[in-house]
Structures are given as structure tokens and as C-alpha cells.
């Protein structure tokens, strides 16, 4: 399908980054943390939008699938995660409780993920879709994960545990597709 990549500043929007460290000490909450259901409803709003990075470019229809599957999943969570807050009004998402050097980083790895993807074409672009994929879906999943294991409530309980199992075989899907080989460019 031909689509092309949006601007600079929509991939910086989508591209979120999570960092891959254990915080050295961290604290015990008696429940799932609501800055915790407040990072996953951010990647997840990240995830949504990822298939409008596609717009007019050639790409292979088996990436198209993978990457519209991944939007799909990520509209669908995103849009319970919001029910839900509704439904339990001490759920709030929009603050994430990140410090403001965890906040800049993330900023800057997503402009350079934002440039590479850029600078790139073919399977170059499709490799660095990928791997930001998989980064994303790595964390989302092992978010969605650690949020049931401290969960009470059953109705988040649920949605958690489902959405564990949808990004964990979305992950496969990226890795799959990773080890794939292509035709040749040209």
C-alpha cells in the first residue's frame, strides 16, 4: 500500500520511549499504583496512532497488518482504560508521577527515534518501526502485568490480564516479522 511518514512533530507524539531499568529501590504500594495505569494509558495513547505513520510509502503488506493490529489493540485499551477511570474517579490518568529528568529523557529518545525513522526507508524504516514496536510492546505488556499483580479491583483486573496477553502476542508477531526475510530493494 503507498502511504508516506507525517511530520516531525506527530512521530515525537507517537513515538514514546519507556525506559528499560528497575528503579533502584522502588516502593511498595498496598494496590496498583494509579501512575501506573497513568503511564499505560500513555503508551497505549501513543500505540493507537502508530499505523498513521504509514501514509505514503511502500511498505510490505505483512508490516501494514502487524502495525494496523498493534493501533487496533491500543485504540480498543485505551478507550476501556478511560471507561474505567470513569467508573473509579480516584483513577486518575494524566499524572504519571515521573520526575522531570525521566520525563526529558523519554523526550529525547523519542526525537531521536523520531529522526532515525526520518532518515530512513525500506527496510532501514521497517526495521526501526519494528524495533520501536518492540521496545513499546515489551513495556506495555510488562506494565499491563505488574499493574494485575498488585490489582484488587476485578473489573481492572480483567482488563489488565487480556491486555497482557494482546500485547504479548502482538510482541510475537514484531519479532516475527523481524526474522522474516525480504525481497531485495531495487
Given at each position: 500500500m503507498t502511504r508516506t511518514i507525517l511530520t516531525p512533530v506527530l512521530l515525537t507524539a507517537l513515538l514514546g520511549c519507556a525506559s528499560t531499568d528497575a528503579p533502584s529501590r522502588p516502593r511498595e504500594a498496598p494496590a496498583a499504583s494509579e501512575h501506573g495505569y497513568a503511564l499505560l494509558h500513555e503508551i497505549l495513547e501513543q500505540e493507537?496512532?502508530?499505523?498513521?505513520?504509514?501514509i505514503i510509502k511502500e511498505e510490505r503488506e505483512a508490516l501494514e497488518t502487524v502495525i494496523d493490529a498493534i493501533a487496533e489493540?491500543?485504540?480498543?485499551a485505551y478507550e476501556r482504560l478511560e471507561e474505567l477511570a470513569e467508573e473509579s474517579p480516584?483513577?486518575?490518568l494524566s499524572d504519571t508521577g515521573l520526575p522531570l529528568e525521566e520525563v526529558r529523557t523519554r523526550q529525547a529518545i523519542a526525537a531521536t527515534r523520531r529522526d532515525q525513522l526520518l532518515a530512513s526507508?525500506?527496510?532501514?524504516?521497517?526495521l526501526q518501526l519494528l524495533w520501536s514496536q518492540n521496545e513499546a510492546l515489551?513495556?506495555?505488556a510488562h506494565l499491563a502485568d505488574t499493574l494485575a499483580r498488585?490489582?484488587?479491583?476485578?473489573?481492572?483486573?480483567?482488563?489488565?490480564?487480556?491486555l497482557w496477553k494482546d500485547l504479548t502476542r502482538l510482541q510475537?508477531?514484531?519479532?516475527?516479522?523481524?526474522?522474516?526475510?525480504?525481497?531485495?530493494?531495487?
Open positions: 493507537r496512532h502508530v499505523s498513521k505513520l504509514l489493540t491500543c485504540g480498543t480516584r483513577l486518575e526507508s525500506g527496510r532501514e524504516f521497517e515489551t513495556y506495555a498488585r490489582e484488587a479491583d476485578p473489573a481492572r483486573l480483567a482488563f489488565v490480564r487480556a510475537e508477531d514484531v519479532q516475527a516479522l523481524l526474522r522474516r526475510p525480504t525481497v531485495p530493494e531495487g
